[in-house]
DNA sequence: ATACCGACCTGTCAGC
DNA sequence: TGCTGACAGGTCGGTA
């Protein structure tokens, strides 16, 4: 589900909503998939510890914990265990930790109070000292939650922060369709289908155009695309498609700004011609002929 | 290095 | 009212 403005948005809400409270204790569901980190280590590592800050690094939410964990789990003997496994990964023993969600496609982190209805595919459900839960929902299984030590770096670099010659750097030379640059995490960290297509459409550049045949005058002006493009999103809350909510189960809005994404057959909205779709490395691309070169 | 494909999962929707 | 197939915000690993 989520890009770069998605996972923006949700990470602020939770951050104003749960910074500064304590996880008591987790429940983790019988489901692996999602799991990272074995059951027993992220358990061991959130318990205790208190949320100072929730904040995003590429698709992934971030959060920053502290504190000394303190599984209640099991007798003296599981502790230990539980203790050893995390210390296998050297986490859980310092006083900080980090914890990562990724919300895959239709991973949902939300603030539940404990009376509200369980949702089908809850994973995970963090009991918070103010009373409320956190509640880690994923139908399809593509999320992934893991614990860290602290420094999470998911590699690549952040598009919002990205100066023009870095950027140019990243991409220069590459044989590889643009598009595809565009949604390799290692290079560039966040951007994903709906965003790759709404830049290159506001670059006039085709997803199919190979990296190396683009000038450094259009790499410019994708450099800005791509910036325009995750500010505006990120100011109407992201884009809501089927399921998409926030933190606090708001929508967002950007989807009434998309160009091209999801508009094949459509009429472009600068030059009236039929967007087209294609698929270029198993996804959907969206782009209009006569604006895109 | 690069590119294409299937796999990982469930849900929804269009078409027959 | 079904059934089937295509498709969905993401990533990973295998194979040419």
Not at 49 to 56: E, Q
Not at 74 to 95: F, H, M, P, Y
């Amino acid at each position: 589900m989520p890009e770069l403005p998605e996972v923006e948005t949700i990470a602020r809400g939770l951050d104003k909503r749960v910074a500064g409270d304590t996880i008591e204790s987790v429940w983790i569901g019988s489901r692996k998939q999602p799991l990272k980190s074995p059951a027993g280590v992220i358990a061991a590592t959130l318990e205790g510890r208190r949320i100072v800050r929730v904040h995003r690094a590429g698709k992934h939410i971030v959060f920053d914990l502290e504190g000394e964990a303190q599984s209640k789990r099991g007798g003296r003997a599981a502790r230990r265990k539980t203790r050893q496994a995390a210390s296998l990964q050297n986490i859980g023993e310092g006083r900080t930790a980090q914890w990562i969600v990724h919300l895959g496609m239709t991973g949902r982190m939300v603030v539940c109070e404990p009376a509200d209805e369980i949702a089908k595919h809850t994973h995970l459900i963090a009991k918070l000292a103010s009373g409320r839960e956190l509640r880690f929902i994923d139908p399809r299984m593509f999320g992934k939650l893991s614990v860290h030590d602290g420094g999470f770096d998911p590699g690549g670099v952040e598009p919002l922060e990205v100066t023009e010659e870095k950027f140019v750097e990243l991409f220069r030379g590459r044989k590889t369709p643009i598009k595809s640059a565009l949604l390799n995490q290692k290079l560039l960290r966040g951007v994903g289908n709906i965003y790759a297509d709404e830049s290159l459409f506001r670059a006039g550049i085709r997803p199919r155009r190979r990296a190396a045949a683009i000038t450094r005058q259009q790499f410019g002006k994708l450099h800005g695309a791509v910036r325009e493009v995750l500010r505006e999103a990120i100011t109407l809350g992201g884009s809501s498609i089927s399921d998409y909510v926030d933190a606090d189960g708001e929508e967002g809005f950007f989807q009434l700004q998309h160009r091209v994404y999801a508009r094949e057959g459509e009429p472009c909205l600068v030059c009236g011609s039929a967007i087209r779709r294609v698929v270029l490395a198993g996804r959907s691309s969206h782009f209009c002929a006569k604006c895109q070169k």
